[in-house]
């Protein structure tokens, strides 16, 4: 058997250090490689993890002026009225829906790893400022920050994307794909119940802004010290983990570079259309409960201040303790062949979105009003079912288009920020008396059709194939008798035989 030359070579992102030296290997070392013969927690679950708390900081970002905004209305030194407060809760999503598309392009400029760095560092110097800029500026300099904040983090998911398609498996990237992306929920449970808990405290909202923006830039110096844009750059990754990770990933395309986007086939694409209606139905959805659950816990069922950030927490926190389970157990019924990757993504993406909106149109009939009990009760069963969209559309940029992945969540993200906006913006003006439970009923009426339209063109349209269109706007990045062995293969006949998408070798005679 021909052995193997495993010398790589990498975009400018991801350029190995000089002095590394190729490596030669067999055919049979490379096909031998497996899950269970590498490390239980090695580099790829570092990156995960780190990226995993990458989602959970700039959701204590998004989510804490949920329950600030509260205390912040009741403060003298401020004076907002109903209005105003409307627009410091949507502000966020004006930067936020302005910046997706620029993700992709600045992580293949320059590597996902700076992105992610300088997104959060920013976006904690804006957290610093916030208290100072609503103090003496009013709320139309708290908006400005916001709105930066909102810019900051808009590349943070198709940066995401970037860094997934280079580090994780196929066969990992429910299990993995959903921890990461679950970061978004345990970031709103610690936001929602450490702002009611500071709010409430001798501190007082400040405080908030303040240990927010600190913990942001501790985990800026982490990513800096822990965090790599592939694993062809990882400074001691282990070479049977490197193997196996550009076996199968994005990683081995480091012998291709992107230099286009074939939009074109892209917004021309069903499928595309089909995800980008889930994703705009889920953030919709979403922020819409994540901006109007604080003000409806304290108007309606009464809660205080200190125990309202604990009580809004808990659907979020049931979200997040579910997503895993459900991440295994999909990985489970794809590898063992009883569901197509299409029809898992679809079932699950059915559980979450039509699920949850039965959930809350229970709560929207009004049967939950003289209990609070049971309203969080169905809330926590609402978010529950909706952590199953981390194995639906979540993950599926990834299934249609693995080269093009940032791209694309960047256009699906651009369109699900751009509809967020309408929640925060559109309740105020359904809710104009915010202890009237009729008025909070149509809101959760409205997010309940929403989720239910979304998933229905999901189901039509949506698909986990790979897209012919992956492979455009490619190019070599060196001449082809130098192609990294994970990606080609040149064997006794002297041909080069790619490797396919199921990480199989074909062997030529």
Known sequence: MTAINLSRSCSDAERPPAGVAATSVSAEALLSLSPSSLPTFGVRHVQALMSFLSFVQAYVFVSCISVAIVAMKDDPDLGWNDSEQSIVLSAFLWGFCLSPMLGGQLARRFGAKAVLGVSLMLSSVGSLLLPAAATLGGWQY??????????????????????????????????????????????????????????GSPWGWPSVFYVAGSTGLLWCLSWYLLGADGPAVHHSIQEPERLFI???????????????????????????????????????????????????????????????????????????????PMSYVSDALIKAGFLSTTAMRKIANTIAQWGGAVTLAVIGTGVADQSPFLTVLLLTVSMTLLAAMYLGFQINHLDLSPNHAPALMGFTNLWANLLSVLGPIVTPLIVTEPTNASQWHIVFLGAAGVFVVANALFLLIGTAEEQPWNELGLEPLVPVSRLPALATISLAAGELVAADKDAKLKDIS
């Open 142 to 199: 708290a908006c400005a920050v916001r709105v930066a904040q909102g810019l900051f983090q808009g590349v943070l998911a198709p940066a995401t994307h970037a860094l997934l398609a280079k580090w994780v498996p196929p066969l990992e990237r429910s299990r993995l794909g959903s921890f990461v992306y679950g970061g978004a929920q345990f970031g709103t449970v610690l936001g929602l119940l450490c702002t009611g808990l500071l709010s």
């Open 246 to 324: 550009e076996k199968h990933t994005a990683a081995s395309s480091s012998a291709t570079k992107v230099v286009s986007t074939p939009w074109r086939r892209i917004l021309t694409s069903l499928p595309v259309w089909g995800l980008t209606a889930a994703h705009c139905g889920q953030m919709v959805g979403y922020w819409t409960l994540l901006t109007s659950l604080p003000n409806y816990m304290k108007n309606v069922q009464g809660y205080a201040i200190a125990d309202n950030g604990t009580v809004s927490a808990l659907p979020y926190f049931a979200m997040w303790l579910a997503a895993l």
